[in-house]
């Protein structure tokens, strides 16, 4: 009797995905491998490392590494619990993003780390089996003033150093808001320090990014009051 051969374990990264910010551009939208999770909502810029367990799941993770097939990670709406097998139903608006760095296991399971790219809106379910796709396409986002966006990206990051000492979140990814604009800086303090899914939904749908600012400003306010954190120092003009 023949034995079979055992599954060795293989790791490594993709390229192409090095920067935060990589963006939309070059991703086909026409066919988007959905990964819907309850309660995990994806921001553009945000590493969210997942284990793949399910055999539909670990299949198309095997595609998305071998054919680069784009990742969507769409929240499950709730009471997917009857229909979780079949194709329960999905808040449209989602993250997509590339898988950065990969590992399969022994057992055929993967440990997988995804970095957010950007939202789409899912318009159209291809099929169900084996598993999920979709044709997704990317969302208006009405633009900024730029005065007004500068403002509120300076108030942006002075809250976040407010509270950042006092959070255990993952502060790697707040050192992009440098190099960020309004909206992107939005994007990575969200992913970074909102935990409620609900609020993470809600700030992934709103479209206007400085809305979105001002809201986590207010929100990062109320919470440094809560910590008894010190108020900034005023800035000084010469």
């Known amino acids: 009797m023949r034995r079979r051969a055992r599954r060795r374990p293989r ?14 551009g070059n991703l086909d939208l026409s066919r988007v491998g959905l990964f819907p999770l309850p309660n995990v909502v994806l921001f553009p810029a945000q590493l969210l490392a997942l284990h ?35 194709a329960p139903p999905v808040f449209e608006l989602c ?20 970095r957010g790219l950007g939202r789409v809106r899912l318009v159209e379910e291809l099929r169900s089996q084996p598993y999920r796709v979709a044709r997704a396409e990317v969302p208006l986002e009405l633009p900024a003033e730029a005065g007004v ?45 909102i935990e409620d899914p609900d609020l993470r939904q809600q700030l992934l749908e709103e479209l206007d990014p400085c809305r979105r600012s001002s809201w986590l400003i207010a929100h990062l306010h109320a919470r440094a009051l809560e910590l008894g954190a010190p108020q900034p120092a005023p800035e000084t003009w010469n």
């Open 11 to 24: 790791s490594g990264t993709i390229r192409g995905v090095e920067a935060a910010n990589a963006g939309l």
């Open 52 to 86: 793949v367990f399910e055999p539909r799941y670990r299949r198309l993770i095997r595609d998305v590494i071998a054919r680069q097939l784009t990742l969507a990670v769409p929240r499950l709406k709730p009471g997917f619990d009857a229909s979780y097998y079949g």
């Open 95 to 114: 993250g997509v993003g590339e898988i950065s760095e990969y590992s399969e296991l022994p057992d055929g399971c993967f440990n997988i780390v995804v």
């Open 149 to 193: 966006g500068k403002v509120l990206r300076s108030e942006l990051a002075k809250q976040v150093r407010r509270v950042a000492r006092h959070l255990s979140g993952p502060s790697q990814q707040l050192a992009a808001l440098s190099d960020a604009d309004v909206g992107a800086s939005a994007d990575i303090v969200a992913g970074a320090l």
